[in-house]
Structure formats: C-alpha cells, structure tokens
C-alpha cells in the first residue's frame, strides 16, 4: 500500500498551497480569485438526473445504496427521485455545504460530494442540506446563508442529533475540493459539539484515523463532523489506487 | 484488505475478531478446552515497561503520548503513567470475552486499546470490575453474571455518547482465530441501534462492523484503518486477515 508516500505527497502539496496562499491570499482573493464569490447561474450546479442519481449511489457500498431514498437536486431544491426502503438516503452535496469561513469553494460549481446517510443521520443532518440549499437557491449570500442558518437554528428547524448518525462518501466519482478531487473514501460519524481532542481527531490533510471536519461544528451547525478514511471506495477498489487519494 | 472474510464480536471493552468459520473453530476449542479455569496469576502478567509500550501501541502517537497508562498487577490494574490529554490507554486480558468464549482464561490475549476519556468513564469500570472478579478466583460465569447484576443496578456505568477507542497495534494478540491483532482500527460506543442502521450486515461490501451490545445496551461500531499506530500500512502486517 503507497498510502503513507500518497498521504505525505498530499499533505506536501497542501502545505505547500497553504504557505503560497498565506502570504498572498487577500490579494490574490480579490485580484484573480479562481472560483466564484458569489453564486452562478442554478444551471451550473445542476446535473442530469439520471447522473445525479447515479452519482448518489455512489456515496455508498452497494448493499446500502440500492434500497436507499435517492435526493436530487432540482431547481427548487432537493427532492426525491428515489424513494427507498432501508431509511438510508443518497444525495449529492454542492459547494454552499462547505464551512462559512475560509471556504473559496462556497460557490464552486464543480464542487459534487455523493453522500449517504444513515437513518439517524437522514433524520437530523438531512435538514442541514436542505436548509442551506433552500437558502442558496433563494439567491442569499453567503453571510445571509450563515445568518439564515443561525436563525433557523434559533427557531428549533433542526431536529436534536440522534445518535448513531453517521454518512457514507465512498464515492470515486465525487469532487470535494480542488485540493483532493475526489479525496479519499471516508466515513462520517456526528456527535454533538464536542472538541477534536476527546476524540484524539486531527485535522484533514493529516495521516491520523480519525479526522475533524472544517464544517458545522458550532459554525453555526450544533453538530460535530468526524471523518475515518477506510481503504476501498464504493466499487471496491482500493483507495491508494486512485492518484487522488490523500 | 481482506475485511470481507472476517466477522467481529466483541463483548465489553475490546473486539475480538474471529474469521467466518467460527463456528468450526469454537468446536475445536471446544473439544480442547485448553484454559478450562484462570492460570496463576503470573502467567497473565507482563513486564512493566513491555505493558506500557503495548498499551501506548494501541493509540496514534498523538493520542497515547498524552494519556494515562494502566497495566495490570497482582491486586488489578494500577496506574503506571499519569496523562494529561484524557485517555486511557492499557492492555486487556482474555476476561473480557463473553462467559462461554472458550478462550476466556487464554493467557496469550493482549487486547491494547486506548479510550477516549467519556470511554474510560463508562467502559473501564466494567473491564475494572471483571478484572478485581477474576483476581479474586471467580468463574467466567460469576464474573459476567455480576457484571450483568452490576448494570442492573446502576451500580456499573452505561456508555457515554462520544466514546471512542483505538486498536491499532500490531503487537496484540486479540485470539486464536487471527493468532494476531486483526487489523487496525477504531471503535465509536452509541447508545443502542440496530446494525443495519450503520449499514452493518446488509453486505459484505460495507467497511464497518456494528454489533449491539445487550448488557449495556449500546452498540459498538468498529472501522478498520489503514495504518497501524506506528504507522505502516495494515496490509502489510504478517497478521492481518
């Protein structure tokens, strides 16, 4: 396995982007930033339903996926174009999922993360997703996302964490970031807000077995990400075959 | 990564892993029965310095080098390294399998794990508990039928939401069916929820465990990772199946 030599490669490349982009940053946001800073027309997050279905599945290992509620994204938000039988749902994240802060990619329209969730994450992160897409399509920036997001929170929209929850992204054929393109299959398990350190998590881009993600995690989500890279994607392949891996 | 072929039960503090003909291999056991009663006491001792670097072994560095270390001595575990950063980390013995795991008095299970603080708050006081029983010269039936009553009570703590464990050493010995420890991973404690809930039994494809814990009700979660704690690659140790 070249894990460890990918893993430090893409730790290298990320490091080195973070130590390029640190000095420059600011100037560079404003002079040629790469991405969009505010939302492009819908159609560019949009995908073919067919695809985006297929994509969806993906998230997952096949004996989940199959028989799972299958979201996709229209042009008044998520709606289902699967119904499904084992409380498990399949969707397709887009950018405006990414944490409020330090996130270029927030309107990214190539940005497609095939996730599925397990019951207990359907029920209570689901809502998460929807809200923030209902808030995206209404043309909300993403300061007014973040507000939007606070104020439904206030309001009690998002139901208590189960426990239990957590998510698939195994999919091989996902683009998280510019970073790490498809990155590397991973779980996601969600706990109330807790520090990374009762869990022993580090943060992405480093080799450790559990990983904290940027997103939610009081900001403002009430929800804490971890993320435990497993070895195979979806098909089953393995994940240090992949040149994206990390 | 053969993870396919492998099936998990675990039962209190650490997994066991056993290979899917366990069925088979129990029955051999069970026409041996090679460790019918507890050995002396000695036989399940280690050295000091050799328990406290298996017990660190279980953790990435970056969680064992902070944590409390327990290893275990005539009178039960002690404290043999204060920590700082809320783990515990320590080997587990053979004790901690279910009453009828013909393995339950093998000297040669070594279970390093290292828990999250919430763990070590509701889970270690269960291992505790079994270990003082099994010291002071109970059967395994007695030990987990006081476990069992201890819970009941209330007198035995329930997990914690947020507990987490590490397993990733390559120096365990977690049972004859893998001779070795498994493979590296990790284990998250929820409060009880069916496995095909996690996707666990619904295939062979799906790249976790789940299995619910009915003394306690909770269920445990176990991942397989990549890396050993110290950090080679899983397929590339001599005893991962």
């Given at each position: 396995m070249k894990r460890n030599t990918v893993n430090m490669i893409a730790l290298a490349c990320f490091a080195l982007a973070l130590a390029l982009g640190a000095a420059r940053h600011a100037q560079a946001q404003d002079a040629k930033n790469p991405y969009p800073t505010s939302m492009v027309p819908l159609d560019q997050y949009l995908m073919g339903r067919d695809a985006e279905i297929a994509l969806a599945r993906s998230a997952a290992p096949r004996s989940?996926?199959?028989?799972?509620?299958?979201?996709?994204?229209?042009?008044?938000?998520?709606?289902?174009?699967?119904?499904?039988?084992?409380?498990?749902?399949?969707?397709?994240?887009?950018?405006?999922?990414?944490?409020?802060?330090?996130?270029?990619?927030?309107?990214?329209?190539?940005?497609?993360?095939?996730?599925?969730?397990n019951p207990p994450a359907a029920r209570t992160l689901l809502p998460i997703t929807l809200i923030r897409t209902k808030l995206a399509l209404a043309g909300k920036s993403k300061a007014e996302m973040n507000e939007g997001m606070k104020a439904a929170i206030e309001k009690g929209k998002l139901p208590a964490l189960d426990p239990g929850g957590m998510a698939y992204m195994l999919s091989k054929q996902g683009f998280l970031n510019s970073t790490c393109g498809n990155c590397s299959p991973h779980l996601m398990f969600y706990v109330p807000v807790k520090d990374a350190h009762t869990w022993g998590a580090a943060p992405l881009g480093t080799d450790a077995p559990i990983l904290l993600a940027p997103h939610f995690n009081?900001?403002?989500?009430?929800?804490?990400?971890?993320?435990?890279?497993?070895?195979?994607?979806?098909?089953?392949?393995?994940?240090?075959?992949?040149?994206?891996?990390? | 990564m053969k993870?396919?072929?492998?099936?998990?039960?675990?039962?209190?503090?650490?997994?066991?892993?056993?290979?899917?003909?366990?069925?088979?291999?129990?029955?051999?056991q069970d026409a041996k029965t090679p460790y019918p009663t507890m050995l002396p006491l000695d036989q399940y001792l280690m050295d000091r310095d050799a328990e406290i670097a298996m017990s660190r072994?279980?953790?990435?560095?970056?969680?064992?080098?902070g944590a409390k270390v327990l290893v275990l001595g005539r009178h039960g575990y002690e404290t043999a390294v204060e920590g700082k950063n809320g783990f515990v980390c320590l080997v587990g013995r053979s004790w901690d399998l279910p009453k009828n795991n013909p393995a339950f008095w093998d000297p040669k299970i070594h279970g390093p794990i290292c828990l999250s603080a919430p763990g070590a708050r509701s889970f270690l006081p269960i291992y505790l508990k079994k270990t003082e029983l099994a010291i002071a010269g109970r059967s395994n039936a007695q030990i987990e039928d006081a476990i069992i009553d201890g819970i009941a009570k209330g007198e035995l703590p329930t997990p914690e939401p947020g507990s987490v464990s590490y397993m990733m050493s390559k120096q365990g010995y977690l049972n004859a069916g893998v001779k070795g420890p498994w493979l590296p991973h990790v284990m998250f404690f929820v409060p009880e929820i069916d496995p095909k809930a996690l996707g666990s039994d619904l295939g062979d494809d799906v790249p976790l465990d789940a299995h619910e814990e009915k003394i306690g009700r909770y269920t445990t979660i176990d991942v397989p990772v990549s890396n050993w704690s110290d950090g080679t690659p899983a397929d590339s140790g001599d005893h991962a199946h």
């Open positions: 989940v996926a199959k028989d799972a509620t299958v979201m996709v994204l229209g042009k008044d938000g998520y709606e289902t174009a699967v119904e499904g039988t084992n409380g498990f749902v399949c969707n397709v994240d887009r950018s405006w999922m990414d944490q409020f802060e330090d996130s270029p990619e927030f309107w990214n329209p190539k940005r497609r993360g095939p996730v599925c969730y009081g900001a403002p989500e009430p929800v804490t990400e971890f993320i435990v890279p497993v070895s195979e994607w979806s098909d089953g392949t393995s994940a240090d075959s992949d040149a994206h891996s990390h | 993870r396919k072929t492998v099936k998990m039960i675990a039962w209190g503090l650490f997994a066991l892993a056993l290979v899917q003909d366990a069925a088979r291999h129990a029955q051999a072994s279980a953790g990435p560095n970056s969680v064992s080098s």
